[in-house]
């Protein structure tokens, strides 16, 4: 004999206890040999993680993302795909950097004390010791990956991948060196992509400032900056072409302020007249357009702020920086050279400005354009298939909303800058050889001596981007640059990538450019992005800001299951997640509620259906299901519909593209999750369990009828919700009659729904009865135990059929005397109108005080008419109705809909009471 479940569900255990056993069943594992494309009988179905930074901990973030993941790759699994989902970890260059830099700076030190190779040994064994904690973690939120192909973007395996990228991109021109001005973070002293320096609205100034004509004629022009410490780096002056105002200017020479040295005026097409005062000065190593600029006009580059942020002369600037500038922090520059200016009366005025001012998306330094040597790839060719793939629908994204924003995105797309100045990374696969100063080694394999010479080389000292291996994750997680091993050939393409928009540029658009570009294959079909988990305040949850919840400690306090429930379930299409910090309780409260009444109604089954044999539907012969049984496999099918177009199509029908119909189906979590709750909670629970209980306490062939469908609607309902809830739906599919010995409910078969029950839809006349007895006793305020008589009149044949054959029922359910009659009673009774044309009536006389009832509604009546001609008289009057805001008037409106419809309810309650 099975003990009983226990009256809670011991989630702390019984999850825990779960997750080893369907790891010691290797459940989670895909077998490439399983798939049709290595002739196998299952079509796989393949999502590859975000890899969380390898020194990540889980924040809700996380939660949010990685059980969407999990969902969609239960439900396929269960669906008989050969589901893969693939974990792993990103080496975060210029994060982890950071953290082992800050640990080493508390020890008085810094990365150059410790020296290149010492300092990456300090990485490498804080990565070996904290490294993957979140891989971990994720488990415990019930994360169904494949952990055999646990991958790593710093691995041998998919560090050859990268160098192939690398030197292929190179061979064919698309990977070059160049001087130009890029993004500098002066703390991580490294250079950072367009993506990874991020504008941020910044209070400021600007400066206006004269500057002089050299030729003695007394004018000047005005130029408006934002950047007065870079004065020392300008090299001309320019204004638009077309510029009346300083057409006479152009070709002359003007006084750099506090400097003295003279810089032409230009014209060039760049410049906005209208802002400012139409000229600008031009400071080509400072700032990515004056570059541009410069370049066009073959201008000097004197670099006057150095790879600190300190103003100095770098380059070609000797003589430019004066003595009060000199080593001072460029924002301290700032202050300094406008009280020069000041001085010297240069400085006309300033004005507040708001303006965008990059800073890096990892400090959060604001960002210094500097003239420097980069590695860069060219995009424009990468990008033009990835574009297309959006444009024809190959890729869906959703929400669609995105798409527009990924498309202009690609359409203005920039060289990208993949080199870094950092040491923990993949070093870039170049060497030089100073003996011959021959060109630049570029190879797949580490180069000891120069093929030319023989001399001894040196590798390049940068590393490359982060993104740059990110990037090849769903090729290299599968074998690529291998594309015959089993795992390229079984799983490639992938099918979805489940993100968040933030990195929409950074990831998802690089992955399916590289996709495209080595293997002329897409890596997905479909990019659904997730919202954001922000606090009441709408604020985005940070642990920085104080306002995080952590995962782990609501798993610890209500369970995995009833995380995952609360953010599936408040997970609208790309809809953000509000959660309250500061009130766990309510917060999650929707996902313990969920779990608790799942388990009770397991309990309850459980103890009333034995653990002995239980007949099987399938051997029922159809006549002997009752209304109610053909009602709640009806609704049980219909919730399975209903599931499975929430979810939506998990590929494109035709295979290569997605249709019309098909671009935004799908992927409506939260209506799926409503779907099953409502079936269970609302249509079995507390519909069919109750109508049920006589026949499943009772003896004879009825209540093996009744056991039958009881445990299959419950079986069915929890494969529904395993998906979301796979913890608590396992417990309880466990210990179900009929369960084969060995199985698990996350590798059982997805529920079908069958065809529609002719006698479905005649239960509906039952439960609309039953509902109308009970609105009409709390509206007359019967008290729950006291019974009442009611009369059910059928509007035809059938109705009077079902009304006389469910009278038992629905008394019972109602706690009622039925009368089924030809015609309603007279007298002092209330009725409600049944949906078909039915009525129910409930006889009032000795069931309530009519002399009393009929005072007190015929005061509410009387209150409720005052109140209406109020407002009625107020909506009537033509200066309320135009002063007032627009959507109190309407607020009003709809109050005046609202009492009007309960004045005809009081009125009609009245008539029944007081018999006028």
């Known amino acids: 004999m099975t003990e009983p479940l226990a009256p809670q569900f011991d989630f702390a ?57 999990d969902v969609i790759v239960r439900w396929r699994r269960m669906s008989h795909d050969d589901a893969l989902w693939v974990p792993g970890t990103d080496h975060a260059g210029i994060a982890t950097q950071n953290v082992v830099e800050r640990i080493i700076a508390k020890e008085g030190r810094s990365r150059f004390d410790l020296g290149r190779e010492a ?44 160098r192939e990228a690398f030197v292929r991109l190179h061979e064919e021109g698309l990977v070059y060196r160049g001087h130009r001005v890029i993004h500098w973070c002066p703390r991580c002293l490294t250079s950072l992509s367009d993506e990874e320096a991020e504008p941020r609205e910044t209070h400021g100034k600007l400066y206006y400032v004269r500057y002089d004509a050299t030729d003695g004629s007394g004018r000047s022009i005005t130029v408006a900056t934002t950047r007065p410490e870079t004065i020392p780096g300008d090299v001309a002056i320019a204004v638009h072409p077309e510029d009346e105002r300083y057409r006479d200017l152009v070709g002359t020479m003007v006084a750099l302020p506090l400097i003295g040295i003279s810089i032409p005026v ?15 000065k031009i400071t080509p190593a400072h700032d990515t357009n004056d570059f541009e600029v410069g370049r066009r006009h073959k201008l000097a580059t004197p670099v006057v702020i150095d790879e600190v942020g300190a103003v100095r002369e770098v380059a070609d600037a000797e003589g430019r920086v004066p003595d009060a500038l000199k080593g001072l922090d460029r924002f301290e520059a700032r202050e300094q050279i406008a009280a020069m200016l000041r001085d010297a009366g240069a400085l006309v ?4 400005h708001d303006n965008n001012v990059r800073h890096c998306y990892r400090c959060e330094t604001v960002i210094e354009p500097r003239l420097s040597d980069q590695w860069f790839v060219k995009m424009e060719t990468l990008a033009a298939p990835a574009l297309a793939a959006v444009k024809d629908r190959t890729i869906r994204i959703l929400p669609e909303r995105w798409e527009g924003v990924y498309i202009h995105w690609l359409e203005s797309i920039r060289d990208w800058n993949i080199s870094r100045q950092l040491w923990w990374g993949h070093r870039i696969p170049v060497w030089y050889c100073d003996a011959c100063g021959g060109e630049p080694i570029v190879s797949r394999e580490d180069v000891s001596v120069c093929p030319k010479c023989g001399g001894a080389v040196r590798q390049d000292e940068d590393v490359l981007d982060t993104w740059f291996s990110s990037w090849l994750w769903p090729l290299s997680t599968l074998g690529w640059p291998n594309e015959q091993s089993p795992d390229f050939n079984s799983f490639y393409p992938t099918d979805m990538l489940v993100t968040a928009p933030e990195i929409l540029f950074f990831w998802v658009a690089r992955m399916i450019m590289a996709g495209y570009h080595f293997v002329g294959r897409a890596p997905f079909h479909t990019v659904y992005l997730t919202g954001t988990v922000r606090d009441m305040n709408h604020v985005k949850m940070s642990k920085s800001l104080g306002n995080g919840i952590d995962p782990l400690d609501v798993v610890e306090r209500y369970g995995a299951d009833a995380l995952r429930y609360t953010v599936v379930a408040g997970l609208g299409l790309g809809a953000d997640v509000m959660l309250d910090p500061t009130n766990l309780d309510q917060s999650f409260a929707t996902g313990r509620n969920f779990v608790t009444k799942l388990w009770n109604i397991g309990r309850f089954l459980l103890m009333n259906v034995g653990n002995g044999d239980v007949m099987r539907l399938a051997d029922i012969a159809p006549e002997r299901l009752t209304r109610a049984d053909e009602w709640v496999l009806d609704r049980l099918d219909a919730a399975i519909r209903e599931s499975d177009a929430a979810l939506g199509p998990a590929r494109p029908a035709a295979g290569a593209t997605w249709s019309e119909r098909e671009l935004t189906q799908g992927l409506r979590l939260s209506e799926y999750v409503e779907s099953a709750r409502r079936f269970v909670w609302n249509e079995l629970a507390d519909w069919y369990v109750e109508a049920a209980k006589i026949r499943v306490f009772g003896e004879g062939p009825d209540r093996d009828v009744a056991r039958a469908v009881l445990v299959h609607v419950f079986d069915q309902a929890l494969r529904l919700l395993h998906p979301v809830v796979p913890f608590v739906t396992e417990a309880l599919w466990q210990r179900l009659p009929q369960r084969t010995s060995g199985q698990f409910l996350a590798r059982a078969a997805w529920p079908t729904a069958g065809a529609p029950r002719t006698r479905a839809s005649q239960f509906e006349i039952a439960r609309a009865a039953v509902s109308a007895i009970r609105v009409i006793r709390a509206e007359y305020n019967v ?73 007190r509604v015929s005061t509410d009546l009387a209150q409720l008419e005052k109140q209406l001609a109020s407002l009625e008289q107020r909506l009537a009057n033509e200066s309320f109705v135009s002063r007032a805001k627009p959507e109190i008037v309407e607020a009003e409106r709809r109050k005046l809909e609202e009492w009007t419809a309960r004045r005809e309810q009081l009125a009609s309650k009245k008539r029944t009471l007081c018999g006028a």
């Open 13 to 69: 255990t019984v999850e825990r206890e779960i997750y080893a056993r369907w790891m010691d069943a290797d459940l989670f594992t895909a077998n490439a040999q399983d798939s049709v494309r290595a002739g196998g009988s299952r079509e796989p179905f393949t999502i590859v993680i975000p890899p969380p930074n390898v020194t990540a901990v889980l924040h809700m973030g996380h939660g949010l993302n990685n059980t969407v993941q």
């Open 119 to 162: 300092f990456l040994e300090r990485v490498t064994d804080f990565v070996t010791e904290t490294g993957g904690v979140i891989l971990e973690q994720l488990r415990a939120i019930g994360s169904s990956c494949d952990w055999s192909r646990t991958a790593y973007t710093f691995s041998p395996e998919l560090s050859r991948a990268v």
């Open 349 to 352: 005025k300033t004005d507040v």
């Open 266 to 280: 230009i014209a060039d097409g760049y410049v906005d007249a209208a802002f400012g005062t139409g000229a600008l």
């Open 783 to 855: 008290t729950p135990g006291k019974p009442v008589d009611a009369v059910v009149v059928g509007r035809d044949a059938l109705s009077c059929s079902v009304l006389g054959d469910e009278s038992a029922l629905i008394g019972r359910l109602a706690r009622a005397t039925i009368t089924a009659s030809d015609e309603a009673p007279t007298g002092a009774a209330a009725h409600a109108l049944l949906p078909d044309g039915s009525e129910v009536v409930v006889l009032l006389a000795g069931l309530v005080d009519l002399e009393k009832e009929c005072a």
